[in-house]
């Protein structure tokens, strides 16, 4: 349990970098304002076309009565929001991340910088980076996908689709979530998704701390864009103690790039947490 509360401080100590920054805490607002605007259109566009998709997907209910249509309905009409917002609250830190890419990666440095030892970089073109963030959000979001269908038709048993399923789906969201905000820091120490997943596995209870408590945050309208910048911070710092924990060698190195993928630096300077395996010299394609 005191993993959970780790993670929250971790949450809590970006919000806090991000205020004292405040040049950098303006920086980090743009791309989330962007991404803000398209997506209160399209929850806006779901919440109008959710009645008429209840409709189209229950033909079968047309003669049932009273008031066993309007619960069938209504309780589809729910779960499609529900869904929607799912999907929302973790494909908003990914494109987010997507739009910003440069923004974020220029703040987790700072963060970097501003904690001491050297700052990794990846040494890669802006459109390699894009290329790389695309489509690791893009296989984390199958991932979430199926996550989200399996839970939309767990939300159909009584009372544990009503409970125990919506807090399913706000651990999965939050880990998913911590992957995402984690990768800006991760990318630059050399780790492609499948280490980066692996790292994140074996302190569950810490990503957890850190991500859920942001995914029920981000719920809040308006409350995403601002509190991106401290998030990104947030995740940074956590980053660093994942892969060179306190007390066992201080910060990545970076050593020039390597691989396909555009994974750059040392990993042999980070000793690993002895939950997470040791850092080592990864695959050129991380799939």
Not at 206 to 213: E, K, S
Not at 249 to 263: F, L, W
Request: hydrophobic share 50%; glycine share 14%.
């Amino acid at each position: 349990m005191s993993d959970l509360g780790a993670g929250f401080g971790y949450l809590m100590k970006g919000q806090r970098w991000a205020v004292r920054h405040g040049r950098w805490f303006g920086f980090g607002l743009l791309p989330g304002l962007v991404t803000l605007i398209v997506y209160a259109g399209a929850l806006i566009g779901l919440g109008y076309g959710a009645d008429d998709f209840a409709a189209w997907a229950t033909p079968f209910a047309d003669d049932w009565s009273s008031p066993w249509l309007g619960l069938l309905r209504n309780t589809l009409v729910v779960l499609v929001f529900v869904f929607g917002l799912f999907l929302a609250v973790i494909t908003f830190t990914a494109v987010t991340l997507l739009v910003g890419q440069p923004f974020y990666e220029s703040l987790s440095e700072e963060v970097d910088r501003s904690e001491g030892g050297e700052v990794p970089e990846s040494g890669l073109p802006l459109w390699r980076e894009l290329w790389i963030s695309a489509r690791d959000s893009l296989r984390i979001l199958l991932r979430v996908a199926l996550y989200g269908i399996i839970l939309f038709a767990l939300g159909f048993i009584p009372v544990l689709g009503q409970t125990v399923v919506p807090a399913i789906g706000f651990c999965v969201s939050g880990y998913f979530l911590s992957e995402e905000l984690t990768a800006v820091a991760l990318q630059r120490r050399g780790m492609v998704l499948k280490d980066r997943l692996t790292l994140l596995r074996g302190r569950r209870m810490l990503v957890l701390g850190f991500g859920v408590p942001l995914t029920l945050a981000f719920l809040v309208p308006f409350v995403a864009v601002f509190l991106m910048p401290g998030a990104v911070a947030g995740a940074t710092l956590m980053a660093r103690d994942l892969v060179a924990p306190e007390g066992a060698g201080g910060a990545a190195g970076s050593d020039g790039a390597a691989g396909s993928d555009g994974a750059a630096g040392s990993r042999a300077a980070n000793a690993a947490p002895a939950t997470a395996p040791a850092p080592h010299p990864y695959p050129v394609d991380g799939a």
